[in-house]
């Protein structure tokens, strides 16, 4: 499995194949991982390095940051950043790949974007052995990407077609984006094409929610919580227009910073983001905070009233990890995004309907509200149980074992 998101790593990135690792051998299937070396990590910490199995092999390949490592006064010649800042991790990555083949004789290779360079090793594996792969995109390729004209783009939709002509199978984590592909590669088999969407950490769910005091609802203020990455100067994930639906909201009086208080965690863009919140005048019912270690960052989803969703409609064929998330903590939240996107579709199959479209100042005025009246009434999201064993990511590790299995 090659990944270059993986403990000590840091985020949600981490989370699908720390899953898939942990979980394949109850399926039958052992993995061994080839990752990077930790130096090039700008987000890392001990914490979940405990989660991967004792018998699993962790192979890690030295890599250089093109925006860290290759800079010179904050700026980088482009060429070292194709098709992305760690390409480098290539040079280092196929001859340790091969020392593993060699070595312990794997059935199959798995790799997953949206770091571009995995999937140029694991072609160059392919090639190089015969051995089967397996293309697991997490986001589309080329979908709201660069420019049309840009060397970036134009090398994505090379390795994107490659990948998708040699692989023996391409995963994608939504039925949007496999039909996306089908349309714009007719000429693939139809059984090549498999959906593997994201979801949650069941034991890490039932440990945060132990070890979590019983939560008191005659507390002064209702806390609302957005946790995760915003993306710095993307139209479609700002939470602008939010913003002034909360300051009219205000306004009206039918808020206040007395009863409430709204976090944005790990916004990855704070000064953009706080910049947003100061022109329309709510810092102070609105605040950043910084990342916390992903077991720490679970705890807060059970500890805060309410929560936030945010995701504009160029990203309809994704479905944010985080959703499934909100979904196990069974607490009210509002969804900002397209009710025509997948991840409308995965709400409403939990039952949850309350969302708002991100650049419509009325709609998310009420589905604020609304989501207020959820948390003062006790209302929780309405996925039930047996729904929800579904959607956790041991039920995905079952579902890639089976394609592994067909291979």
């Known amino acids: 499995m090659i990944a270059y998101h993986f403990p000590p790593a840091q985020g949600s990135g981490v989370q699908r194949t720390l899953s898939f690792c942990r979980d394949l051998p109850e399926f039958g299937w052992q993995p061994e991982i080839l990752s990077a070396n930790p130096r090039v990590y700008s987000d ?14 962790v192979e890690r390949a030295f890599a250089l940051d093109a925006a860290k490592d290759l800079s010179i006064a904050g700026r980088y010649l482009r060429l070292t950043a194709l098709p992305d800042r760690w ?66 783009r134009r090398l994505f939709a090379k390795i994107e ?39 949650y950490d069941e034991s890490m769910f039932a440990e945060a929610e132990r070890s979590i005091p019983a939560i008191k609802h005659n507390q002064k203020k209702i806390t609302i919580l957005h ?10 994930r700002t939470p602008q227009t939010f913003f002034s ?12 910073s007395n009863t409430m208080q709204i976090f944005f965690r790990a916004t990855g863009c704070d000064e953009t983001v706080q910049s947003m919140i100061d022109s329309v005048g709510i810092g102070d019912m609105v605040q950043l905070k910084p990342t916390l ?3 720490e960052a679970i705890k807060e989803l059970f500890l805060v009233d309410g929560l936030l969703l945010l995701q504009g409609k160029n990203y309809n064929h994704q479905i944010p990890a985080k959703l499934f998330e909100y979904l196990r903590v069974k607490k009210p939240f509002l969804a900002i995004t397209d009710p025509k996107g997948d991840s409308a579709r995965v709400m409403e199959e939990a039952g949850v309907t309350t969302m708002a479209p991100m650049h419509n100042e009325k709609l998310l005025a009420e589905g604020f509200m609304q989501l207020i009246k959820n948390i003062k009434s006790q209302t929780p999201s309405q996925a039930s149980n047996e729904h929800l064993k579904k959607l956790s990511r041991n039920k995905r590790a079952e579902e890639l074992a089976r394609v592994l299995d067909s291979i």
Do not use: C
């Open 293 to 295: 270690p992903y077991g």
């Open 44 to 57: 890392h910490g001990p914490e979940q390095l405990t989660q991967i199995p004792p018998q699993t092999i």
């Open 245 to 256: 639906a909360i300051a009219k909201l205000r306004k009206n009086r039918q808020i206040s």
């Open 87 to 152: 390409s480098s991790w290539r040079l280092w990555a196929v001859p340790k790949a091969m020392a593993m083949i060699k070595k312990n004789r794997p059935q199959i290779i798995w790799a997953t974007y949206p770091i571009a360079t995995s999937l140029l090793i694991a072609q160059t594996l392919h090639k190089k052995t015969g051995i089967p792969w397996v293309a697991d995109f997490r986001d589309p390729m080329l979908y709201n990407a660069q420019a049309e004209d840009s060397p970036t």
């Open 161 to 199: 077609m490659e990948s998708v002509m040699s692989a023996a199978k391409v995963i994608t984590t939504t039925f949007g984006h496999r039909q996306l592909y089908r349309e714009k590669y007719p000429d693939i088999d139809d059984n090549r094409w498999q959906v593997i969407p994201n979801g």
């Open 227 to 236: 946790s995760g990455t915003i993306y710095n100067g993307d139209e479609n």
